[in-house]
């Protein structure tokens, strides 16, 4: 059965992503749900999850006064609501500082802009046994290492609590079946249940766990809905931050390679949660593909490329040691070699630019040749300017084309010119010393020299 025909008339989804921490221990002056993991921003990764989910309505509990990360909540999930919440009592004091989003009866989830690996597909589990009658449904995971997570306490196969560490007992203190702390909650109850709960414990604190107990004190069914422990995990100061980093470039190189990608060695190469790898794309080692990439089928990057904001179509090769950035475009079988940066810079089908050049605000024609050394002077120190290079145009070797200017196609341009003039089609360009030679003239030459240093001594 789908979904649908289970439910015929399912309640729409509301999320509320807590995001309030003041993350002291990551020692920055940024917002800690700000700090990013392949490319995006622990929020985002979470905004990302929760639209995926299929939330309609989506709420962030943040620190008031954060305009960052109110423009970050606008870029990733625009329509967003944002609540600030301005004392810092609890989880679920912060579920209610979203409570206007509460009345409409939607479910809900709660997720935390802090745990940043948890997947759509997590969270629809998480919410799948409110369709069948539960009033919350819990996340939850067995840990060898329990300390510091609210433990889920169980009578038999039945869910009784959650305790806060601080609040456990030594025996509670035993379990380690622990609370992610992302919870749904249905409906009809989410509100009744929320305002219900209090603050005596030891933190003082508004606990969210606690709706399970009041849950089952109204004898409401409450679901554990079980996660791998690094999914659930969270991240305070930057050591975790690197362990969340490993585990999602993990996840996303694992995801190039069953999408048909080869990576030689993928534990040196970093992706963006972005990063598109098409069929039979082969990735050597050491490349970082930084965000805003894509790379269609049977493409090559060779071994220490850096990418950003880059296309490279059908059969495209890059590197080894290119930098590629801007908008930089690839045609099918265009190749870049080594030593070779791209800026705003596209090339057309089959055409190359094999050594030590820089083409920047640049337009490159089918099958041109771009010699080694060549370099578009794209800056006056004010303004950038662009260079066009027409189809089977070849440049000569160790090139200045001082921008604006233009080739033409199947142009030649001599080897060490500086081009200042635009160069028309099929012409010949020669922008540099003539050659001078004097046959014989060095034996007379270093015979004065000597002639000279005698006299002296
Ligand atoms: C919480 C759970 C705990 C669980 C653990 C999993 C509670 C009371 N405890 O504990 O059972 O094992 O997560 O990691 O929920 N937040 C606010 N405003 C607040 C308090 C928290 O926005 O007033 C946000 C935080 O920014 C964070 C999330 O809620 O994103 C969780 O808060 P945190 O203080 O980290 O809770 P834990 O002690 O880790
Ligand atoms: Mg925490």
Partial sequence: MTPSESNPCPRALTAIVLAAGKGTRMRSDLPKVLHRLAGRSMLGHVLAAVQAAGAARI???AEPGRDDVAREIAAQAPGSAVFPQVERLGTAHAVLAARAMLGAG?????????TPLITAETLTRLRAPLAEGAAVAVLAFESAHPTGYGRVLTDGTRVRAIREEKDA?????????????????????????LTRI????????????????????????????????????????????????????????????LGGATLIAPETVFLSHDTILGRDVL????????????????????????????????????????????????????????FVELKNARLGPGAKAAHLTYLG??????????????????????????T????????????????????????????????????????????????????????GKRAALRAARSEKS
């Avoid at 605000?361 to 662009?386: L, P």
């Fill in 198 to 257: 209090g603050n005596d414990n030891a933190a003082g604190e508004y606990y969210l766990p606690d709706a399970v107990a009041l849950a089952v004190g109204d004898g409401l069914p409450v679901a554990v809905v079980p996660v791998a422990e690094e999914e659930a995990q969270g991240v305070n100061d930057r050591v975790q931050l690197g362990v969340a980093e490993a585990a999602i470039q993990a996840r996303l190189r694992r995801g190039a390679q």
């Fill in 388 to 443: 066009s290079i027409g189809a089977g145009a070849f440049i000569g070797s160790n090139s200045a084309l001082v921008a604006p200017v233009s080739i033409g196609a199947g142009a030649f341009v001599a080897s060490g010119s500086v081009i200042t003039e635009d160069v028309p089609e099929g012409a010949l360009a020669v922008a540099r010393g003539r050659q001078a030679v004097k046959p014989g003239w060095a034996a």
């Fill in 59 to 61: 709420a962030v509990v």
């Fill in 106 to 114: 939607d479910d809900v989830i709660v997720a935390f802009g802090d």
């Fill in 361 to 386: 605000d640049a337009e490159v024609g089918a099958a041109a040749n771009v010699g080694a050394g060549t370099i578009t002077c794209n800056y006056d120190g004010v303004s950038k300017h662009r």
């Fill in 283 to 338: 990735v050597e080692p050491h490349v970082v593909f930084d965000t805003g990439v894509r790379i269609d089928e049977a493409c090559v990057v060779h071994a220490f490329c850096h990418l950003k904001d880059v296309r490279l179509e059908a059969g495209a090769g890059v590197g080894p040691f290119a930098r590629l950035r801007g908008g930089a475009v690839l045609e099918a079988g265009a190749t870049i070699g080594n």
């Fill in 169 to 193: 007992s030594p025996e509670e203190r035993r379990v380690t079946l622990c609370n992610a702390g992302l919870m749904a909650l249905a409906g009809p109850h989410a509100l009744a249940l």
